[in-house]
């Protein structure tokens, strides 16, 4: 499944990724710690994916239980890939099922290198490039938002700003965004207009696929104002919005900051 596609092909092709077998001798860039903060006063799942050709890390999903973290070097080598937040999840034992309410990986507890379904909030990475160790970062919303979640760079070289959305976007989800609990009816999740609507215009399909057709929508700019530093659309390509952080030593990822 795609994720925020094109700003994947932006991550890609803004740097040129070498794919380099891991020793110890051929280091690309120096220790880079991930770490995943859950603040929210209930579970999440975490789960990560990584874009094809790099390797699966912390075997691609897990739980964090509130108020807790979980760190874990990435690779020395380049890696992009993207992580997002699973909620609701629970595991039926009579069924041997295992399902989240939202952001679910196809039923496993590790993703395993599997997307996640929409709508996700969503941090997107790409670490260890060129000659200054630059790791790029982003948020982004254009598959929709689930939950809040920013990312932090620490001690890295030159401005490395805090990304992310803050804003807890599940209350002023619009009705026709809202994907609710099938069981209670509590919104767990707010779509994009795509998702909601499917139309190539808000899907920046067809003629709609290019800087110049795909523009911001009523939907998306629900999305921007609550969280302005966030991917919102196909074509979002702000430059503020993609941020380079050199050699930073720890990266945070944080759920409902």
Known sequence: MAMAVNLLTLLATTFVLTLVPFSAGNKVGRDLTLTVFNNCPYPVWPAIQP??????????????????????????????????????????HRRNQ??????????????????GKPPVTLAQFSLHNGRNDLAS???????????????????GKGVCPLVGCQANLLASCPPKLQVRQPRDGTVVACMSGCQAFGTDELCCRNRYNSPATCRPSFFSQIFKKACPSTFTYAHDSTPSLLHECASPRELKVTFCP
């Open 51 to 92: 874009n094809s050709g790099f390797s699966v890390l912390e075997k691609g999903g897990f739980l964090l239980p509130s108020l807790t973290h979980r760190s874990f070097l990435a690779p020395y080598t380049p890696w992009s890939g993207r992580i997002w937040g699973r909620t609701g999840c629970s595991y039926n």
């Open 98 to 115: 295992f399902t989240c309410a939202t952001g679910d990986c196809g039923g496993r507890l590790e993703c395993g290198g599997l997307g």
């Open 137 to 155: 970062y982003g948020v982004s919303l254009v598959d929709g938002f689930n939950v809040p979640m920013t990312v932090t760079p620490h001690q």
